[in-house]
């Protein structure tokens, strides 16, 4: 069966330390994965997307990278903050974006001061 | 500016009602979607519309319609609700439904049937 699977539900980090999220996928062929981030009570905020052609991509303290032969993405957040606490959700994507993106549940990150 | 705004942002009602929910996007973006979020925080898409027409419609009962009457807006009307149908809903838009664009999400709506 199709899965996406995020590490664990929960993920506590010290301020100041690198925090990286997983996601897993099975039985799946994406063209294309993003990344969102997701506060109480608002909708998911864009933050990074790569392609299947793509190894790594970079944003100011954020990187993702996409290993299609795993079926994996890695999402860092370097010198981490109390305000990069959020939960993060991976979301795949097909050649045409009418098709939605399907996401996975999503990992809870708390940056501890 | 909101660039996706939805109305209302809480909607309460009993059990065989029926209720729409408004979505408009000022992005000048071809494609809207709805998703929905349930209890266990899990999004999943539910109608896909380019230019006002539907793409794609997940396997959603169809006493969900959506109805786009011009390209910046898409809304969900929802018929006879159901317990079931409690959840958060979510509209967004993106660029194109060619090739690879990020979406922008309005700010959900709260949806609690009793």
């Known amino acids: 069966s199709q899965k996406i699977e995020q590490n664990s539900e929960a993920l506590n980090i010290q301020e100041g330390k690198t925090a990286t999220l997983t996601c897993n996928y099975t039985n799946y062929s994406p063209a294309y994965l993003q990344w969102y981030r997701q506060d109480p009570g608002r909708g998911p905020v864009f933050l990074l997307l790569?392609?299947?052609n793509e190894k790594e991509k970079r944003k100011e303290r954020l990187k993702v990278t996409f290993d299609t032969t795993l079926k994996q993405s890695l999402f860092h957040i370097t010198a981490s903050q109390p305000a990069d606490s959020a939960t993060y959700l991976c979301a795949l994507g097909w050649g045409g974006g009418a098709d939605g993106l399907t996401f996975g549940k999503g990992t809870h990150l708390i940056i501890q001061p | 500016d909101t660039a996706v705004s939805q109305t209302p942002k809480y909607l309460v009602t009993q059990m065989g009602n029926d209720k729409s929910i408004k979505c408009e996007q000022n992005?000048?973006?071809?494609?809207m979607y709805w998703y929905k979020q349930d209890s266990k925080k899990f999004l999943k898409i539910m109608f896909s519309?380019?230019?006002?027409?539907?793409?794609i419609n997940e396997t959603v009962p169809n006493r969900f319609s959506p109805k786009s009457p011009d390209k910046a807006h898409l809304n969900l009307h929802i018929n006879s609700l159901e317990l079931g149908d409690s959840a958060v809903y979510f509209c967004?838009?993106?660029?194109?439904?060619?090739?690879?664009?990020?979406?922008?999400f309005g700010p959900g709506t709260r949806l609690t049937v009793t």
């Open positions: 519309y380019n230019n006002k027409e539907l793409i």
């Open positions: 992005l000048g973006h071809d494609t």
């Open positions: 967004a838009s993106s660029q194109s439904s060619a090739g690879a664009y990020e979406q922008y």
């Open positions: 790569i392609r299947e």
